[in-house]
């Protein structure tokens, strides 16, 4: 459920340059204040918050009263999921910082899991006084009633985000959760009823109306539901789960069982919405302070593996991907997941044996088959990855407008092999099912380009995919390749020049500006720019042909130049 307008600029894991007063430990503690300070700031800015919690903890035996050590070390242990250790230090943060939210939060919820919920809800309260803040409160507040058995009070306190329009969801699917668990199935089905037309496609949404449907015996209504969900084009395992447990009669288990688990949702709830880089770090503060009271684990645990994912902590990702039981609906997810982070790790050949051993279980599941052809493509085993999309492709009867992908990539497979007619013919199938693709129409323009063949129709694709990402280095490069390749260099130049300024690393883009300077005239920028992309680390064929510019130069043109080839039989 996206959050608009919330304003989450948190600085948490990023230290001030600010070195606490003790100069080091004595020589036979092995280590300085210092130094493991400034080791724990390096780690905490790499997002390696165990590490950085390690360091930081040695900091703080020789400096035990430094607020600053204190409030940083809480926040990391919180990131590592140490909660324990980060409810003591929450204690010593509010003694100097009676207004840090998140110790608040963590003291609130140590309450809560207690059932003292009236001082839970007193922490809370002191907690709200930012947006995120007031949204926190409300929500867990809420279901420190609904622990008391108050409906009444549980929906007053829900009543606080009325303020905020972008809090409408939250509140309607709470309430609903709330008086479901509380039994008032009148105002549970009106609550369920507003946050479905809210968010008709939010993933739990979808499970918890469908689940109170199913277990009011209401289970067609839950079947619509979960197919309307499916059809909107969005594949989930818990939702075919789901849907396929109504179909055979079986009534599930209460979506929201306990309070605790009720106040894991809401900071599921906020931490899902939480994923721009200012927030992600509060994100996963708040999973890790759900994992506390026992919510829905699985869906916990692949919640702080996409976090990881978004950190590039992709060790850290694999962990929390494979604490997902093996009857969950979302193994195999996590299992593709674990493959996709090997292959990030460079452990390509326990990536590919993975998701191997997913499709020999199940060798119609499309999305991996998906995957594992990226994983060979990724690792330039081009053959493997046009055999692997040809088998994803061969489960459709008829490819629509979502096979476009899979014709692209397995183009970009041919291509690879030099196998252009069966390129070309995926890139324009790939069109034919979704026209307006900027990277095919790039990549089969760019490709055109390179074969000079049909050079006025491959500016008009690289033209329109510039129109429709118009930022993008590639594609600008692109398009100023395509003029350069017609001989219009001065046009060439100007947009070659920009693709420079977007992409400044990319050898090959810094190599066309240097043969774009070279046409036009300016003879020692181009050397510059050829020196440029060859101190950029080009691929060894492309190395050879920079080094041959900077030698040689362009060769003179032809007095007469060629007439565009219009057909594309090419022997690339």
Do not use: C
């Amino acid at each position: 459920m996206p959050i608009s307008k919330l304003s989450l600029t948190v600085a948490l894991l990023m230290f001030a340059a600010v070195v606490p007063s003790q100069a080091e430990f004595s020589a036979a503690d092995g280590f300085s204040l210092s130094g493991s300070y400034l080791a724990g700031r390096s780690a905490g800015k790499e997002r390696d918050n165990a590490i950085a919690a390690d360091y930081l903890s040695k900091a703080l035996l020789a400096d035990p009263d430094n607020p600053v050590l204190v409030e940083k070390l809480f926040l990391l242990e919180v990131s590592a999921g140490n909660i324990p250790d980060a409810e003591e230090l929450a204690i010593k943060v509010l003694a100097v910082n009676s207004q840090q939210r998140m110790a608040r939060i963590v003291l609130g919820l140590r309450d809560f899991r207690l059932h003292h919920y009236a001082r839970a809800r007193k922490n809370f309260q002191e907690a709200a006084y930012t947006p995120i803040g007031e949204l926190t409160s409300a929500l867990l507040s809420a279901w420190s009633y609904a622990g008391d058995g108050n409906l009444s009070s549980a929906l007053k306190e829900l009543d606080k985000l009325d303020n905020n329009d972008s809090f409408a969801n939250f509140k309607s699917y709470h309430a609903g959760l709330i008086a479901d668990y509380l039994n008032n199935a009148i105002r549970a089905e009106a609550s369920y009823k507003q946050a479905y037309g809210q968010s008709g496609q939010s993933l739990r949404i979808v499970q918890s109306y469908g689940n109170f449907l199913e277990r009011h015996k209401r289970s067609p209504e839950a079947i619509k539901i979960y197919q309307a969900f499916l059809d909107g084009g969005e594949k989930n395992s818990l939702v075919e789960a789901a849907l396929k447990g109504a179909q055979d009669g079986k009534t599930p288990a209460p979506f929201v069982a306990s309070p605790g688990a009720g106040a894991s949702e809401s900071l599921f709830s906020l931490a899902s919405a939480m994923t721009d880089d200012q927030s992600i770090d509060v994100a996963l503060l708040y999973t890790q302070l759900a994992f506390t009271l026992k919510g829905d684990q699985p869906v916990l645990d692949t919640l702080l593996g996409d976090i990881y994912v978004g950190t590039k902590q992709y060790q850290y990702a694999i962990d929390a991907y494979d604490r997902t039981p093996a009857d969950s609906p979302l193994r195999v997810n996590a299992d593709t997941e674990i493959a996709v982070n090997l292959q990030r790790l460079e452990h390509s050949k326990e990536a590919e044996a993975k998701l191997v051993d997913i499709i020999a279980k199940d060798p119609k599941n499309y999305d991996v088959l998906m995957t594992l052809g990226n994983v060979y493509r990724s690792n330039e085993n081009f053959s493997a990855a046009a055999e692997t999309y040809g088998k994803a492709l061969a489960l459709i009867a008829q490819p629509g407008k979502d096979q476009w992908r899979a014709l692209y990539y397995r183009g970009i497979a041919y291509e690879q092999q030099k196998m252009w007619d069966k390129s070309e013919a995926d890139f324009r199938k790939a069109l034919s099912l979704s026209p307006d693709e900027p990277m095919v129409l790039n990549y089969l323009g760019y490709a055109m380009i390179e074969r000079k063949v049909n050079l006025s129709e491959a500016l008009g694709m690289v033209k329109k995919a510039a129109e429709l990402k118009p930022n993008d280095g590639y594609i600008v490069d692109s398009l100023g390749w395509a003029y350069f390749q017609l001989g219009e260099y001065e046009q060439a130049t100007t947009h070659i020049e920009r693709a420079v300024d977007l992409n400044p690393a990319d050898p090959i883009i810094g190599e066309h500006l240097g043969d774009a300077y070279w046409r036009v005239g300016r003879k020692l920028e181009a050397k510059f720019q050829w020196q440029h992309a060859k101190d950029n680390g080009p691929q060894p064929e492309d190395l050879k042909r920079i080094e041959g510019k900077l030698l040689n130069g362009l060769p003179d043109e032809p007095v007469t130049k060629p007439a565009e080839n219009t057909t594309t039989k090419t022997n690339g």
